[in-house]
């Protein structure tokens, strides 16, 4: 009886001596640390590959959205340049004579010379607001040159600026007055005046992504 008093004290004291006891205070098992680490590893791969997966989204859409920036800067200089005609014929680099006013042919690598109207001089350089620009295909890639000069000589280089990359080829057609399509400029066999601009101007790009991208440019009279 004395005994099963002193076990009966114990137990109300807060003291256990059973063994379920034990080794609910023994803390987490081998196997528990297993499963739990496991599952943090899970959960770490599924958020990294999410993050990888959403920064490889977002390059992407940088990506296009540079890429629609380049196309809309390109598409916005031809319009401008050709929009801003001049009929202002300029000296040949070497010799006396004199350039057309355009100079386009789609079998060269320079596609088109012309004299442009409309050249900003923010900073009120001494020179004239027109200036003489040339598109030509290099290596897949359309640049656009300019002279800081119109009637330059043989020994001073353009200005070359790359608008748009991955370009397949430029093609231009012009309307001269009997609003015929010609696909050089002056057209082939024609008496057509050194001064003389066409009444628009066909813009076709095509581009290795995007295909053939065509714009009509009007030329002011």
Known sequence: ???????AASTGSGRCFEPACAAGQAGFTLLEVLVAVAIFVIVGVLALTGYNELAKQSERVETGAARVRAVQSAIMHLNQDFASLEPRPVRQPIGDGLLPAVLADNRAEEVVELTRSGWSNPAGVPRPTLQRVAYRLQDNKLLRDYWVSLDHTSSVD???????DRVK???LRFMPNNRE???QWPPLGSNVPIDQRPLAVEVTLELEDWGKIVRLVEVPG
């Open 158 to 164: 353009p200005v070359s600026v790359v608008l748009l």
């Open 169 to 171: 080829s430029v093609k």
């Open 1 to 7: 009886m004395n005994s099963r008093r002193s076990i």
């Open 181 to 183: 399509w010609q696909d």
